[in-house]
Nanobody, 123 residues
Framework: QLQFVESGGGSVHPGGSLRLSCTAS????????IGWFRQAPGTEREGVSC????????DLLDSVKDRFTISRDDVKRTVYLQMDNLKPEDSARYFC????????????????WGQGTHVTVTV
């Protein structure tokens, strides 16, 4: 079982950038695909992006796929989400989670959720 700690959130103006980090402990890192998810108040949680055990990326959200980039550092046991050209609708709490194996879908297979890091994009 992995344990995650997310960091890197904050408050930015539209058009700004943030780099989120998700650092893991507690289990063998390369058994898992890692996904980023987000949830705004009063909305359903949605998948953002995922990277599998081979470093292959699955885009989960069309509205951010040209602006957000996921990457994986197996030495640091960390997955990053580089977010550029942020928009107010990107404001949410961002979570990372793990799925056993090299598939990023179905997304209901993810577990070991972190506590999240909050992103606010305000005018």
């Amino acid at each position: 079982q992995l344990q995650f700690v997310e960091s890197g959130g904050g408050s930015v103006h539209p058009g700004g950038s943030l780099r989120l980090s998700c650092t893991a402990s507690g289990d063998t890192w390369n058994y898992y695909s890692i996904g980023w998810f987000r949830q705004a108040p009063g909305t359903e949680r949605e998948g953002v992006s995922c990277i599998n055990t081979n470093g292959i990326v699955t885009d989960l959200l069309d509205s951010v796929k040209d602006r957000f980039t996921i990457s994986r550092d197996d030495v640091k046991r960390t997955v990053y989400l580089q977010m550029d050209n942020l928009k107010p609708e990107d404001s949410a709490r961002y979570f990372c989670a793990a799925r056993i194996g090299n598939r990023c879908q179905p997304t209901y297979g993810f577990g070991s959720w972190g506590q999240g890091t909050h992103v606010t994009v305000t005018v």
